[in-house]
């Protein structure tokens, strides 16, 4: 083997320790990055799995119909037909908030009565609430548009969608 004295100190050395030295400065901390992974990976805190939970009550949608003398109150949830009498009065009572309303489809079937006593007082007296009431003036049937309110909307992509019943009325002759 030929080794240069002038880059060699006039020592031999051999290709062989450099090697060694060369692999230990790049092989000790892959070495030692392995074993702290391994170490940190057995130690990690194992997840903790939820328990199973009951599936939730489908929410089921009902109207509230109660019957105060000549009044027939409803709080409407569906599309559910109501039959009434001729003369009698019929208060739709809401509770959702800004922009609900309740319109007739016919008025010469069911004409709104102007500044109405609302009847159910414990929904009536929370902020939001509001009551319609309409008087059945003939026999037929008619639709009660019932729009349940937009709610606060400050921008417009944020705006809840508009729930809206149309609700049939069966007005029957009085008896």
């Given at each position: 083997?030929?080794?240069e004295p002038e880059l060699s100190n006039r020592r031999a050395s051999s290709g062989r320790s450099?090697?060694?030295?060369?692999?230990?400065?790049?092989?000790?901390?892959?070495?030692?990055?392995?074993?702290?992974?391994?170490?940190?990976?057995?130690?990690?805190?194992?997840?903790?799995?939820?328990?199973?939970?009951?599936?939730?009550?489908?929410?089921?949608?009902?109207?509230?119909?109660?019957?105060?003398?000549?009044?027939?109150?409803?709080?409407?949830?569906?599309?559910?037909?109501?039959?009434?009498?001729?003369?009698?009065r019929i208060e739709i009572v809401l509770n959702t908030g800004v922009g609900q309303t309740v319109?007739?489809?016919?008025?010469?079937?069911?004409?709104?009565?102007?500044?109405?006593?609302?009847?159910?007082?414990?929904?009536?007296?929370?902020?939001?609430?509001?009551?319609?009431?309409?008087?059945?003036?003939?026999?037929?049937?008619?639709?009660?548009?019932?729009?349940?309110?937009?709610?606060?909307?400050?921008?417009?992509?944020?705006?809840?969608?508009?729930?809206?019943?149309?609700?049939?009325?069966?007005?029957?002759?009085?008896?």
């Amino acid at each position: 083997m030929f080794i240069e004295p002038e880059l060699s100190n006039r020592r031999a050395s051999s290709g062989r320790s450099r090697r060694l030295v060369v692999s230990s400065i790049v092989g000790i901390p892959i070495v030692i990055g392995v074993l702290v992974s391994v170490v940190l990976y057995s130690t990690r805190p194992t997840p903790v799995t939820p328990p199973e939970r009951a599936p939730l009550p489908s929410p089921s949608a009902t109207d509230t119909l109660v019957r105060d003398g000549e009044v027939l109150l409803l709080e409407p949830a569906t599309l559910a037909p109501v039959s009434m009498l001729a003369g009698q009065r019929i208060e739709i009572v809401l509770n959702t908030g800004v922009g609900q309303t309740v319109s007739t489809l016919d008025p010469s079937g069911l004409e709104a009565v102007a500044n109405p006593l609302c009847h159910l007082t414990p929904i009536c007296g929370v902020a939001g609430a509001g009551s319609w009431t309409f008087l059945a003036l003939r026999p037929g049937t008619t639709q009660l548009h019932v729009i349940f309110g937009t709610g606060h909307c400050p921008q417009r992509a944020s705006c809840p969608r508009l729930l809206q019943l149309l609700i049939p009325i069966t007005v029957r002759p009085a008896a």
